[in-house]
């Protein structure tokens, strides 16, 4: 275990020191203290590493990951695992805005709230979320899972196309085109199997799933404004 | 970008250390607006009967000895005059209206800051760190404070133009965002009598409440009616004589972290300015939906 003080070490040579590593060989655990909200942290990464995060980090946190094994104990900042690949990124406590935008792969769990424009754009990463999600939830993704444990905000799976969403508490309102599923035998393994990775204790069954109405694929000319 | 904070302190044991954690909280928002920096602090407030108002000039030869003077003739000698930097926080036995109305005529060269009773800002070009070491912020004791580190997107980088803004007795407000109806709104609320001192868009916004607040409404009143009536991306932070409150626009572009204790009420651009306060790793901690106005007022 490598313990990082970034009261003391420059913040890039802690990313360029994770990025020179494949986790293969040489290093593979790390300790970051002292992370204060800052910016940027652990992004980038491209190799089997533990990387745990004692206190809040800022935005971007895990940012692009790539096999990494990522843990935030405190918050986090702005678009936390924007683009994750593969690899987990798991906060603790509370994330802010756009968590695992544009993600393509990988699991992202915040234990605590996600907050506005959770998974947008998301093009195949699951995100587990303990608490709630705040408005927009999943716009305009493309593939993946969510798994809200707790309510969701206005305007959830807004214009998404091939997503679950599967969410316990309630939901504030379904945006366009988002509509509640039936919970087949095949939507209950994924959500059970994504619970049991994420570490999150819930009871399945008690889920509605939701996902899209398949009503924006194809140009409709009664909707065109002449 | 810009980076706001606000601290309105529920115990009163607290009130005494307010300056140091306000400035605590801006410092840490230095990389979101390195142009300006600006900080309302709301005190006990003066006694029955006067006003305070606070002018800056930005000429440093300015003859204050001789503004004094002119004060005292005019307003009488019990007039207080408390000189911080470039900054003069006046407390007159006198209608606030008359005071803006004789600065106006005799002294066009002075910006007035803030009006009001318990109400005093602070602004000046350069870092939050220096800005907070001119005035001797982190001495100052009081209710609630505003906090404002600006990066100039929309009109010139000047002492008047930094943040907050305060067009109206006791009101104050600091803005992360931009405006994008603020020069008809500007029209508009000039035929409703108010008065801007600066090309700035947020000063409409601060004078948009100061008109709302006249015409009755309550602050959250007024502040609802402005997620229809303001247009563009922000987040606002608002200060009354007695209450604090934090609006985001209806998608809830721009950031906002609100965290709440026994002791105090914090919200910051970023998590990582309330990092800083004492308790908050028991402090329930949430992002403001947007469109929505969260409000608190001493009882």
């Known amino acids: 275990m490598i313990e990082i003080d970034l009261d003391k070490s420059e913040l890039r040579a802690l990313n360029a020191k994770l990025h020179s590593l494949d986790g293969k060989t040489g290093e593979k655990s790390f300790k970051v203290v002292n992370p204060n909200g800052k910016h940027n942290i652990a992004v980038g990464v491209d190799g089997e590493l533990d990387i745990t995060i004692e206190g809040h980090a800022g935005h971007y946190v895990g940012g692009m990951n790539k096999h990494a094994n990522i843990t935030v104990t405190g918050n986090s900042g702005a678009g936390l695992a924007e683009n994750i690949m593969s690899g987990v990124v798991r906060v603790k406590g509370n994330a802010s805005q756009y968590t695992g935008a544009t993600g393509r792969g990988g699991l992202v769990v915040v234990e605590g709230d996600a907050a506005a424009r959770c998974g947008i754009s998301m093009k195949g990463v699951d995100i587990v979320v303990g608490g709630n999600v705040g408005h927009m939830c999943a716009f305009l993704g493309q593939s993946g899972n969510v798994v809200v444990c707790g309510d969701a905000g206005d305007a959830l799976g807004d214009s998404i196309f091939e997503l679950n969403l599967f969410v316990q508490g309630n939901v504030k309102s379904l945006g366009t085109d988002c509509e509640e599923k039936e919970m087949d035998a095949e939507k209950l393994a994924i959500l059970t199997q994504l619970l049991d990775q994420a570490k999150i204790k819930a009871d399945p069954k008690k889920f509605k799933v939701y996902g899209p109405g398949r009503n924006l694929y194809n140009f409709k000319v009664d909707n065109a404004v002449l | ?299």
């Open chain 2, 1 to 299: 970008m810009c980076g706001i904070v606000g601290l309105f302190i529920k115990n009163p044991a607290m009130e005494k250390s307010l300056g140091e954690h306000l400035s605590n909280m801006l410092i840490e928002m230095t990389e979101r607006g390195p142009d300006s920096a600006g900080i309302a602090i709301y005190d006990g407030g003066a006694s029955a009967g006067t006003v305070r108002i606070t002018v800056l000039s930005t000429d440093p030869d300015y003859s204050w000895e001789q503004f004094k003077k002119e004060v005292r003739a005019v307003f009488g000698v019990s007039s207080k005059i408390e000189m911080n930097s470039n900054h003069a926080v006046l407390i007159l036995q006198a209608e606030a209206r008359t005071v803006q109305g004789w600065l106006k005529q005799n002294h066009p060269e002075l910006y007035m800051t803030s009006s009001g009773t318990n109400i005093t800002i602070f602004k000046e070009i350069g870092l939050p760190v220096d800005v907070i070491s001119k005035f001797g912020i982190r001495g100052m004791s009081g209710s609630h404070a505003l906090g404002h580190t600006r990066m100039a997107t929309e009109s010139a980088v000047t002492t008047s133009g930094s943040h907050p803004f305060s067009t109206g007795a006791d009101l104050c407000l600091v803005h992360n965002g931009s405006m994008s109806n603020h020069n008809r709104m500007r029209r508009t609320l000039e035929f409703h009598g108010v008065e801007f001192q600066t090309e700035n868009d947020s000063e409409v916004a601060a004078g948009y409440l100061t008109w709302r607040l006249q015409e009755g409404d309550t602050l959250d009143e007024a502040l609802e009616r402005g997620f229809e009536e303001l247009d563009g991306f922000y987040t606002f932070a608002i200060g009354t004589h007695d209450g604090f409150a934090v609006v985001r626009d209806p998608i809830g572009a721009k950031p906002a972290i609100l965290a709440e204790t026994d002791d105090w009420v914090a919200m910051a651009s970023e998590f990582r300015a309330i990092a800083t306060l004492p308790g908050v790793e028991n402090a329930k901690i949430w992002e403001p939906e947007p469109a929505r106005v969260y409000s608190w007022y001493k009882n």
